[in-house]
């Protein structure tokens, strides 16, 4: 009973229990009692172990929502920007635009005058110019290179260029006055003329570069990050030759067909501002428009020529561009007009359909006459009569018009094979070599574990006639004694 009460004592509070009872219950019972530090240290270890695992994880917690937040912050900044530079994009188009129509205004008030008197018109067109002012700077944080300064320099002198308001000094007027009264007719101008307002005008449509880098900033592809990750990580820019590769792939017909309308009416103008009559007049805008067509199909009938260098030099770049504008609507419309894949199955099912019945046809005409070759052979016809020779030649006829078919209908399944069927077809074969792969790995798995099974069993009949050999030699001893 004191063993008992010893052990009662040291379970219930282990910390005032004294040796001497520990040592009497581990005598009476063969039990090694533990101190009771030891367990303390082990419980505290094991809570502190867990309050740096909370805490780790937290802070990792913490550093996830922190690098979340900055990637945020940063699309945030990135997506304001790009609203930023479209809007600025947009203004540029609209000035550079602008000034574009103002200066073919400007002109025509000019040519419908004569003597090339000034008008309070022109003056205040002229001074609008001044206004039509392009901000080409981008982005003052982003790095300069000396492509970018030179570009932005490049930028500015062609938005800088535009005519300027001037005057006809009086005695010119009156010199122009005296010469036109006194003569009836007037010498025609010399192929170097150009008006100052037609040669500083004429630069100005190169601002139609603005379209260019209005459609970038517009389009669906470039605003969107997703779209320029998977170009970025491809080593694909998304600028304006992919942007217009991919809307020509798109709407080729209506590209083409907007390209060609803004140059047809940009060039006739332009031939109209630099070619002259013998009366010193400009041509109408419908001479111009007939030369810019003769001159574009490089067909030149020659009722109408360039008077001057730069009607010259617009005809022949009109002539360049409609060379290669020639061979883009070619390719275009030869791509339009190709089968697409439902077509080309359908085409080629009709086909497959029409050359079977044809074979068939030319089959039973090779049957047909073969028995009558073989009939008149019977009946001693004479083998040089025409009714012999005929039917010989029906027969060989039929005979080469089955192999004709034939020869068809393998190149109509050729035809139908095209790189999307032989992509499927690849994708099949290497999933089912994949499938195969596996079942012969498991095949060989099941053998493995059938060859372990079948040595097992060889051993467990071996040591089973071994204990019957055994068993019968023992009992044979005992039944000899």
């Given at each position: ?280 007049e400009h041509v109408s805008f419908l001479d111009s428009m007939w030369l810019f ?186 039944f000899l004694k």
């Open positions: 009973m004191a063993n008992i009460e010893d052990t009662c004592i040291s379970l219930t509070n282990p910390i005032e229990a004294d040796s001497s009872s520990a040592t009497k219950l581990s005598d009476s019972l063969d039990i090694v009692i533990l101190p009771s530090t030891t367990t303390i240290t082990i419980n505290s270890n094991v809570s502190n172990n867990k309050e740096i695992h909370s805490r780790s994880v937290k802070k990792q917690k913490i550093a996830d929502n922190i690098l979340l937040s900055n990637i945020s912050r940063r699309l945030a900044i990135r997506k304001n920007l790009h609203k930023r530079l479209s809007f600025v994009t947009d203004i540029m188009f609209f000035l550079g635009i602008l000034g574009i129509i103002l200066m073919i205004i400007e002109n025509e008030i000019k040519f419908s005058q004569i003597n090339n008197n000034d008008t309070m018109s022109s003056w205040c067109i002229k001074i609008l110019f001044l206004y039509d002012v392009n901000n080409s700077i981008q982005d003052s944080r982003a790095t300069l290179t000396n492509r970018k300064i030179f570009l932005i320099i490049l930028e500015i002198l062609i938005c800088a260029i535009h005519p300027v308001p001037h005057s006809t000094p009086p005695y010119l007027k009156a010199s122009l006055k005296n010469i036109d009264s006194n003569s009836s007719t007037s010498t025609p101008y010399i192929l170097s003329y150009i008006d100052i307002d037609v040669a500083l005008g004429l630069p100005m449509f190169a601002r139609f570069y603005l379209i260019c880098r209005s459609i970038v900033f517009h389009s669906h592809l470039f605003r969107d990050s997703s779209s320029r990750s998977v170009g970025y990580l491809n080593k694909i820019s998304m600028d304006f030759l992919f942007l217009i590769k991919t809307y020509l792939e798109q709407w080729p017909i209506g590209c083409l067909t907007t390209l060609c309308l803004i140059f047809f009416i940009v060039g006739s103008w332009c031939l109209r501002a630099c070619n002259y009559l013998p009366t010193n067509v003769v001159t574009f199909t490089t067909v030149g009938y020659g009722d109408f020529t360039p008077s001057t260098y730069c009607g010259r030099s617009i005809t022949a770049i009109i002539s360049m561009v409609g060379v290669f504008s020639t061979a883009l609507v070619i390719a275009v419309l030869a791509q339009q007009l190709l089968l697409d894949r439902c077509e080309k199955y359908v085409h080629n099912f009709v086909m497959n359909i029409e050359l079977a019945k044809e074979h068939k046809i030319q089959a039973a005409n090779v049957v047909k006459f073969a028995v009558k070759v073989w009939y008149i052979e019977n009946k001693n016809i004479s083998l040089s009569s025409i009714r012999y020779l005929q039917v010989r030649r029906r027969l060989f006829q039929a005979i080469h018009l089955v192999q004709q078919v034939k020869q068809e209908r393998g190149k109509l399944i050729d035809n139908r094979i095209d790189q999307i069927d032989l992509l499927t077809m690849q994708r099949k074969t290497n999933a089912q070599t994949y499938e195969t792969k596996e079942q012969l790995k498991t095949m060989k798995v099941k053998i493995d574990n059938i060859e372990e099974k079948l040595i097992e069993m060889n051993t467990n009949i071996n040591n089973t006639v071994n204990d019957i050999q055994k068993t019968l030699n023992i009992l044979s001893a005992e």
